[in-house]
């Protein structure tokens, strides 16, 4: 590609008065190679700015929708107007298999407290009472989460009193969370808020034992489209005890015994990093950050694991399960690379996937061109070695960051020293670390957080790439302009894309979407009349 980033840049930016410019400026960087192997800054987890159409969410999407969602048998109540749930009703595409037709699974259902005018002028503390308590009669749950919703907060209803109230009325745990939309930038305070939800709540309630060898447990994992199912297929045939994932097809006993693993693997390091930090404090569990989107990536996270827990036998295992699974990879792959080889794809997604995706964009031979987060932050970008100096902003002060200490019982260090420093030593190994997604990208790629709808439409213009990679919220406009738009959140319909088996899937829907000629014949009204473009007044 002969076009210059740095120039693209400045075009993606020069509509905006000149505060919003500059600050677009710092959330935009073009990737460099440096000797010290260090990556450009770039702003990240900042407050979008009035007048912008992100892609980005709320703080009640990233801790209700996004992290305990997907668990099965906690019974999620939304206290708030009937919007917040509606909207939130089945709209992520996170399966979970119940272990018998009679097991509780309450993923279809959404309830919540349905506030009027009445509860918000007078306090809605009583009907989020009288909710529970219907809810519990109704469906006699193990544990009900409570998640506020902005008016929540701006009126001062105290769900955690009610939650403690109701906990001790009806014997079974209740909780409440402080996730009001308005509590953080994005939907990653969220995460971050539901993370201490789960640690102060749940994990560590269940003491049941586990005789297996090798016990992990699968984080930042939410089997979107069935991706968990394929993995815990993997790990089981390579003989490793799967007891929780956080949070796809878990249940709540399943992650009250997480605690009993012995290494905690982070799929997603942005929503659940906290978690893993957290249990290793606690627990004396370590955590190291794997890869399994990408069936190079799955191999190599496979290896590392066998590497952690250094066993022959284990090791032996992993690579004939590679080794089946890569044989028949291949034969697609072969394939679809030949069609796809040189094309070229923008990913902007979430706080996870931008990365992970560019992995198998690159079995194919197809070139990542432009990537960002919606709501990552610098570490997910540039690597965790800059956590110790960010900032902390007014937004993130915000959020309660848990003082963990050793639990005096169970704080039982997995490793030796010895064996730590051992496997530290392994080169590629990412243990307790994240090297983030700009070291992997190719030398004057852009790098842009939250972007735009503005800069979506610009990026496309410029570059025409073969597929954009976004949510449905872009989805349709970016196709009314002739380009394939693959939605990397809850795949369209498609997936599992996780492990090999996922791999293929992948590799041959974009097969089809990249090599269809159907794109060049969209011809949108504003291609002979375009609109009239607005004006900044003020600057
Ligand atoms: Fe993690 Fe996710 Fe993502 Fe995320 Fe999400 Fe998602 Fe995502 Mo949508 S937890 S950060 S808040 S990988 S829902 S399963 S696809 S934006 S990139």
Redesign the pocket.
Known sequence: MSIDPRVVKDELIQIYPKKLRQKRSEQIVVTEHREDSSVPEIKANVRSSPGIITQRGCTYA?CK??VIGPSRDILSLVHGPIGCSFYAWLT?RNQTRPESPEAQNFINYCLSTDMQDENIVFGGEKKLKVAVREAFQLFHPKAIAIFSTCPVGLIGDDVHAVAREMKAELGINVFGFSCEGYRGVS?SAG?HIANNGLFKHIIGLNETPHDEKFKVNLL?E?N?GGDGFVLENILTRCGIKQISTFSGNSTYDTMANSHTADLNLV??H??INYVAEMMEKRFGIPWMKVNFIGADSSAKSLRKIAEYFDDAELTARVEEVIAEEMAIVEATRATVKARCQGKTAMLF??????HHYQMLFTEIGMKTIAAG???GHRDDYEGRKVLPGLKVDADSRNIEEIEVVPDPERYRPRRTPEQLAKIEGLTEMEFRDYIGMMPEMDEDTLVIDDLSHHETERLLEIYRPDIFCA?IKEKYAVQKMGIPCKQ??SYDYGGPYAGFKGAINFFNDIDRMVNMKIWSYVNPPWQAKPEQRAEVAAD
Not at 349 to 354: E, T
């Open positions: 990233g929708g996004v992520r939907q995460h930042g939410y979107i799929m997603c942005r929503s997604v979430g706080g996870s996937r931008a987060y919606e709501f949510g990397l959140h």
